[in-house]
Structure formats: structure tokens, C-alpha cells
């Protein structure tokens, strides 16, 4: 449904969109937008709103829509996986399985608690044999329980997987995670809670403006939240600048 009011607001000849909802609905509003010249405008409601959160985008509706409308305007890039474009991150792996899991109901019945009980479950699949390649280069080759690619470097709960990440650089941040088992995970998490997950032996990490990601097996993949499909093979890329969003005007991430 955003996909096409979206379009409808387009034709209309619409200077601003305002899109109430969580990260999955924005992410496909933002596939539209991005590129269009017209400025989005965040409510922020749902289970998971990084977007809005990182750009200090209040869940207040009176106070989001004030910005909306009195904010300034920020450019920032965008993602773009498989043909459709992202804002926060997109990934493969266990990201992906706990979202899909979650996705089954268990997300709208127990909130955040969903991801959790489901994220337990996918630390539990045996990791996949990747191979990625960044910018043209062979970067890493073995068994990856999860392939990660953000724009921004929040995950839920405000722990950042990519601390140094910035949505206007023109690069996007790569991960790579090879933990095996629940105690393997525990310790990246540990790493990640203290904003230190690059330095865990589990955890590789990059910047690159495009990225290449083929997998021995076919896996399910997500995008800010929403599972997708399985698949082979993923190509990442960054289009810079490619979407003027509505921000506070001391937000300056």
C-alpha cells in the first residue's frame, strides 16, 4: 500500500510525504521517494523505528509532525539491495531469521520481546560458507552465520553495530560474523553493548560503495526489518544523497 500512495503523492505533485509507521513502512516509502527530489516527513509508530530514532525524530505525534513542518531539511544516502533501496541496514543470516521468526505474529503479540526469543532460536543455525567482495576486491571467504551492510549503524535498543557509520558519506559500513552457538553470540553482543564490536575475534568490518555477497545456500535476507525472500546472491550498493529528510534542527548524526 505505501509503495503506491507514495506514487499517488508523486503525480500529485506533492512537495512533502508523510509517512506514519515503523522502519518497514518507511523503508518502502523511501524506495519511492529516494531520488524524486520531494522531502519525507517521519511519524515515527511500530515496533522498531531506527530511522527516525538516529535523526532524534521524536515518537511524539504532535512533536514529529511540528518538525515535519518547521524542521530543516537533511540529505542523506541510501542503500540499495537487490534492486530496492534501504535507509538503516540490510543483512543475511541471523538478523534475517530472527526477523522473519518475528514477523510469523510473535512480533505484533510480544513487541521487542519477539526479536529476542526469536534471535535465540537463529543464533542456534549453523553458519553459511560467503564469500563477499568489496569495491571489486575479494574481502572475506568462509562460513559467515551473518553478512551485515548499514547505512547507519544503530541496531535495536540503541546499540550501535556500526558506531563510526554516518548516512552521508557516501560509504556504506560491512560486517561480517562468523560466532558459532549461543556462547559465541553472547560474546559479540557483549563487544556491541559497549560499543567496541570491531575488536571481537567473531567480527570483521569494512566500508566500501558497493559489495557483493554470494552464499553457498540459500538464505532468507531483510531489509530495515522486513524478510525477504531466499536467495544466492546479494549486491549492495550506496546511492549518495539520494533522499532529503525532515530533522530536528539541533539533530546533527
Not at 518497514?24 to 521517494?33: E, N
Not at 534492486?83 to 513487541?111: H, Q, S, Y
Not at 547505512?151 to 560509504?171: H, K, L, Q, T, Y
Not at 553470540?185 to 571481537?200: C, I, N, P, Q, Y
Request: proline letters at 4%.
Amino acid at each position: 500500500m505505501a509503495p503506491k500512495r507514495v506514487r499517488e503523492a508523486l503525480h500529485g505533485g506533492a512537495e512533502i510525504v508523510f509517512v506514519w509507521g515503523g522502519d518497514g513502512m518507511v523503508q518502502r516509502s523511501i524506495d519511492r521517494l529516494a531520488g524524486s527530489g520531494v522531502t519525507l516527513a517521519i511519524i515515527p509508530a511500530g515496533t522498531a523505528n531506527l530511522f527516525a530514532s538516529s535523526l532524534e525524530i521524536p515518537s511524539d505525534i504532535e512533536k514529529a509532525v511540528e518538525i515535519g513542518l518547521n524542521g530543516r531539511d537533511r540529505t542523506l544516502d541510501v542503500g540499495k539491495l537487490n534492486g530496492e533501496r534501504f535507509a538503516v541496514m540490510a543483512g543475511t543470516g541471523v538478523d534475517a531469521l530472527m526477523i522473519r521468526d518475528a514477523d510469523g505474529g510473535l512480533k505484533d503479540r510480544l513487541g521487542r520481546v519477539g526479536y529476542v526469543i526469536t534471535g535465540v532460536k537463529a543464533a542456534r543455525h549453523e553458519p553459511v560458507r560467503a564469500r563477499v567482495e568489496v569495491d571489486g576486491r575479494r574481502w572475506f571467504k568462509g562460513p559467515a552465520s551473518a553478512v551485515l551492510v548499514g547505512n547507519m549503524g544503530d541496531v535495536i535498543g540503541g546499540i550501535s553495530a556500526f558506531p563510526e557509520a554516518r548516512p552521508d558519506d557516501g560509504r556504506l559500513n560491512v560486517g561480517v560474523v562468523t560466532a558459532d552457538g549461543l556462547l559465541d553470540w553472547a560474546r559479540v553482543l557483549g563487544k556491541t553493548a559497549v560499543g567496541h564490536t570491531a575488536s571481537s575475534p567473531f567480527v570483521q568490518t569494512t566500508t566500501a560503495e558497493k559489495v557483493v555477497v554470494e552464499l553457498d545456500a540459500k538464505m532468507p535476507y531483510e531489509l530495515d526489518g522486513g524478510d525477504r525472500s531466499k536467495t544466492k546472491r546479494l549486491k549492495f550498493r550506496v546511492k549518495p544523497a539520494a533522499i532529503s529528510v525532515c530533522v530536528p534542527e539541533r539533530e546533527e548524526r
